[in-house]
Structures are given as structure tokens and as C-alpha cells.
């Protein structure tokens, strides 16, 4: 029997994979436990994914843990979360440092209680020099803040004379958003059979493909992953021109 990641062309990899991580609490519940149970099953899962992206070489992994409409859950959880956040920084640099990924952040991080932040940013400092992979975690995020927030950065620039209307395009836009760094992904996965973007990098994903699966994140392993890239890789992106147009091109 063939081996699904057998079927992969690494020559034709999404450089950049975007996950929606659902289904944490839906899968505590089905075990009879309190959803951060759920929460701490799905670090294994971002383990697990994160080494299989770079073995593969995939080069942007970027994972929306935490949205801004996350605040309005109950303290009790919100707590947990951020002890969660904390103790996984501290375990998990390991990981990074022996696969040779990068941590990245993006999001309203003065949000973060100091401790978190701090936390966060010593395993940022600690694996800046790595090349194999850039792991970027989505914390206290949302794509309609970040778009706000580039319009008043680039309207204060304006406003400032340091930039013209004329000047203000896509590429421009871009250069403002948190990922300016980044390619846009190529390819969207969301767990738990929920198909909806959930205020997830609005503006990058305009064209991803995406890829919805039934599997609770804590149950996603590498062969999900595989399979998600398969299915990736069956698909024809066509940005808006016809089949024949891109057959013409090949």
C-alpha cells in the first residue's frame, strides 16, 4: 500500500502552509475533560506538524493560536491558555532549536501579560539564527485588526508627508501588514470540520487554497498533513485565468 506522503512532489511544495488549530475543546469533551485538557493535547499536534513541515521543506508554517475575540472566553481559560503559552515556550525550544526553525509572532502582543511576553520573545531571541523553517504564531490576532492597523500606519505616513495617495497600492499595502516578511500561503488547513475563515489573515489568503478535514486538531498527525498537501497539489491555481490560459503557459 502506498504511502501518502510517497504521493507528494516536493518539487511542487506550498511554501507557506496557514493552520486554523479547531476542535481542542470538542475533543477534551469527547474524552470527559475540561477543554485546556484539549489545549495541552494540541501542543503534540503543533509538534508534530511544525517537524513534518520542515522535513518536507516547507519554509513558513503559521498557526492562529490565539485570536483577539479569544479574550472574551472565561478567565478561568484565558489563564490557562497563557500558562499554557508560557510552559510551551520553555519545553518546546528544544524542538526548534533541533529542527532548525525560527519562531516568529505576530498579533497585539502588549496584550500578553509581561510574563507570557517575555516568555515569548526569549525563545523568539533564542532561535532567530535558524534558517530551515519560520514558525509563526498568530497571538491575540485577528485580520481585521491587522488591516485597521496598517491603515492608520499608512495614513499616519500620509498625513506626515512621508507617503502619497499615489503611491498606495497592493504591493504597498502589503509592506504594512504583519507578514510584509512573508510570502502570502498557499495553502489554508482548518481541523474539526468547520469551514469558515474565523477572522484569519483576511488580506494573504485571497487566493490559498483551502483544505477542510474532520479531525480534531489534538488528533492531527503528519499523515493529515500529507494528505492536505495532496490534495494541495491536485488543485489547479489559476489567479483569475481560464484552464486554457494556464495550459498555454505550460
Known sequence: MENIKDKIDIERLPQHIAVIMDGNGR???SQGKVRIFGHQNGVKAVRNVSE???ELGVKYLTLYAFSTENWNRSKIEVDALMT???KTMAEELKTLTDNDIKLNAIGDLD???KSNYEALMKTIEATKDNKRM???LCLSYSGRWEITQAAKNIAEMVKKDELSIEQIDENCFSKFLNTADMPDPELL???SGEERLSNFLLWQLAYSEFHFT???WPDFGKDDLYAAIVDYQSRERRFGKTSEQITEKK
Open 134 to 136: 519560520t514558525l509563526t
Open 111 to 113: 496584550r500578553l501579560p
Open 189 to 191: 488547513i482548518r481541523t
Open 84 to 86: 499554557l503559552l508560557s
Open 52 to 54: 513534518a513541515c520542515a
Open 214 to 216: 474532520d479531525v480534531l
Open 27 to 29: 475533543w477534551a469533551k
